[in-house]
Nanobody
Framework: QVQLVESGGGLVQAGGSLRLSCAVSGRIFSINAMGWYRQAPGKERELVAAITSGGSTNYADSVKGRFTISRDNAKNTVYLQMNSLKPDDTAVYYC?????????????WGQGTQVTVSS
């Protein structure tokens, strides 16, 4: 079983910054890709940013140049630094991890953390 625990969400004014963290634990041998998704009210969940085990990244067009994803493999943790936040960034942010356990490959989600950007 794999657990993902997110932290760092909150309320911020437009133009401000937040840093999200997601720690992965459980019976895993390795973590492959990790990512952040978000879901705003009435909208579908969308990919915000992803990072491979080798450090390659990709971003949604809407956040390029403002958000940075990174990971600390020693801590099994992925981060999302969010700068120049806009009201459109308001959503529940979910961490996702693709990991390899003793028996299979596992895709897991965190519980979500609310990010609210006021204008």
């Amino acid at each position: 079983q794999v657990q993902l625990v997110e932290s760092g969400g909150g309320l911020v004014q437009a133009g401000g910054s937040l840093r999200l963290s997601c720690a992965v634990s459980g019976r895993i041998f390795s973590i492959n890709a990790m990512g952040w998704y978000r879901q705003a009210p009435g909208k579908e969940r969308e990919l915000v940013a992803a990072i491979t085990s080798g450090g390659s990244t990709n971003y949604a067009d809407s956040v390029k140049g403002r958000f940075t994803i990174s990971r600390d493999n020693a801590k099994n943790t992925v981060y999302l630094q969010m700068n120049s936040l806009k009201p459109d960034d308001t959503a529940v942010y979910y961490c996702n991890a693709d990991s390899t356990g003793p028996y299979s490959r596992i895709n897991s989600w965190g519980q979500g953390t609310q990010v609210t950007v006021s204008s």
